[in-house]
T-cell receptor
Framework: DGGITQSPKYLFRKEGQNVTLSCEQN?????MYWYRQDPGQGLRLIYY???????QKGDIAEGYSVSREKKESFPLTVTSAQKNPTAFYLC???????????????FGPGTRLTVL | KQEVTQIPAALSVPEGENLVLNCSFT??????LQWFRQDPGKGLTSLLL?????REQTSGRLNASLDKSSGRSTLYIAASQPGDSATYLC?????????????FGDGTTLTVKP
């Protein structure tokens, strides 16, 4: 089955701890994304990557870090510098189609992070 | 900066009714617009993607239209069913933002009553 997996489904963090959220895809997509969703709101982009070993900050990158060592994997670390990390985190991937605009985004099931 | 608005935030209809969800965007220089469905506590499922050169896309009971000049897209759902109850989000990928970035609306939460 092709798709995107995220783990864990639920994650609890104590204040001052760093935690890492996993995202893996077997769709052979070049681009991968991390979004944050707060209750009743749309998605806000944290980081994205269009190629291995390269990534760019999105709108709310402060307090987060990522790596892209493999095409299939794009882990997100929520650091202690993120002051309000409790949220639903979604990972997505897509092809890169440029002006043709055919790059449908496919999403994982999400990780719900709660700070205790 | 691209801004995407979805009105209303919530909508409740009786089963069988045809309905329209709205999505507005401020910058018409777009690559595409995508409609998603999100069930509570779940990820997003892609419903339809409209490229900037297209006017509409259809899948089953769903029809999405795009009018770039007015900065609007609509998602039409025919003969609504209780299983259609979910939050519907639109996302716009724009020329004038960082490459690869989509801007999402806050969504419309639809409830279809039996």
């Amino acid at each position: 089955d092709g798709g995107i997996t995220q783990s864990p489904k639920y994650l609890f963090r104590k204040e001052g701890q760093n935690v890492t959220l996993s995202c893996e895809q077997n769709l052979n997509h070049d681009a991968m994304y991390w979004y944050r969703q707060d209750p009743g709101q749309g998605l806000r982009l944290i980081y994205y990557s269009q190629i291995v070993n390269d990534f760019q900050k999105g709108d709310i990158a402060e307090g987060y870090s990522v790596s892209r060592e493999k095409k299939e994997s794009f882990p997100l670390t929520v650091t202690s510098a993120q002051k309000n990390p409790t949220a639903f985190y979604l990972c997505a991937s897509s092809i890169i189609s440029g002006p043709s605009g055919t790059d449908t985004q496919y999403f994982g099931p999400g990780t719900r992070l709660t700070v205790l | 900066k691209q801004e995407v608005t979805q009105i209303p935030a919530a909508l409740s209809v009786p089963e069988g009714e045809n309905l329209v969800l709205n999505c507005s965007f401020t910058d018409s220089a777009i690559y595409n617009l995508q409609w998603f469905r999100q069930d509570p506590g779940k990820g997003l499922t892609s419903l339809l993607l409209i490229q900037s050169s297209q006017r509409e896309q259809t899948s089953g009971r769903l029809n999405a239209s795009l009018d770039k000049s007015s900065g609007r897209s609509t998602l039409y759902i025919a003969a609504s069913q209780p299983g259609d109850s979910a939050t519907y989000l639109c996302a716009v990928r724009s020329y004038n933002t960082n490459a690869g970035k989509s801007t999402f609306g806050d969504g419309t939460t639809l409830t279809v009553k039996p």
